[in-house]
């Protein structure tokens, strides 16, 4: 239960990501700028907390690896979902980004061999059709071309968070790892960014958004994830957008309608069916009596 436990953990400050970056864009910061610092910011807690282990080689077979995890999962992944945004509006950006379950689904089956059993596949639909209707409760949705490419090339690049995690913890640890990728995504984003003045309030939120929704919500979720199959892992950390919701309303007055409260419902249900749902047996292996 200790890995559903730290995923969970993670999830729940990845939720007030949202909250939290209300405040940084009230105060005149913008997104990509946001974006921007918490992963040069997060790469400067890894960088130290790797320098005081004493943990901070990479082998060379395995650097470009990092690199390129820096640039798909950092760059690539901030600023698609913000294209997404920008496209479609959140509500639909929301809904193709969490298609991530599914797809670490997939790709785990394809090249982790993780077995892709009945109940995980019930647990994955229940939990993306609870984003859905969470996302989609009230307003509009305006569905282009452009929206459903950058939508779904977010969920695709936030997949590799499962995965290059499932590949590279057993060989390094997690402040390692991102050391080197954090900064690797800033350098990314940074030809994209407009550097504003910022306020007290603004480098609060900033601060806020690096110590706890990126160091401590990453060290949680790689922690967890040692001891879960990626597709569990990915399917706890969709009590993310519950955690949001629900921050939303405390904060800022935003309440949910009744198809948003049935959503959060399907998106819990599919949670505890995955973590109390009976487990997979290997591929070619019989499951245990």
Known sequence: ?????????????????????????????????????????????????????????????????????????????????????????AALA????????????????LF?????GPHKLLAVGLTLLGVALVSL????????????????????TYAT???FGKLYLGRYSTPTLFLYALPVGALGLLPF?????????????????TVASTFFAVTLYFAGLKRLEATRASVVATLEPVVAALAAWLFWGERFSPLGYLGAGLVLLG???????????PRGQPKKA
């Open 94 to 109: 929301s809904v193709l980004l969490y298609t991530a379950p599914a797809i670490v689904a997939l790709l785990s089956w």
């Open 161 to 163: 968070y499962y995965l």
């Open 271 to 281: 949670v505890v069916w995955m973590v109390l749902g009976p487990q997979d047996s």
């Open 193 to 209: 960014v407009q550097f504003a003045p910022k306020t007290a309030e603004a480098w609060a939120a900033i601060g806020f958004l």
């Open 112 to 116: 982790l061999r993780e077995p892709m």
């Open 1 to 89: 239960m200790a890995g559903y436990l730290y995923v969970a953990a993670a999830a729940f400050l990845w939720g007030l990501l949202g909250v939290v970056s209300k405040w940084a864009f009230a105060a005149g910061v913008s997104p990509l700028e946001v974006a921007f610092w918490r992963a040069a910011l997060g790469g400067v807690l890894f960088g130290a907390q790797a320098l005081l282990l004493r943990q901070v080689r990479i082998e060379p077979a395995d650097r470009w690896a990092v690199v390129g995890f820096g640039l798909v999962g950092v760059s690539l992944f901030y600023g698609a979902y913000q294209l997404a945004i920008q496209s479609g509006g």
């Open 137 to 156: 409760q009230g307003g509009g949705v305006r569905i282009t071309t452009a929206a459903v490419f950058w939508g779904l090339l977010s969920a695709l």
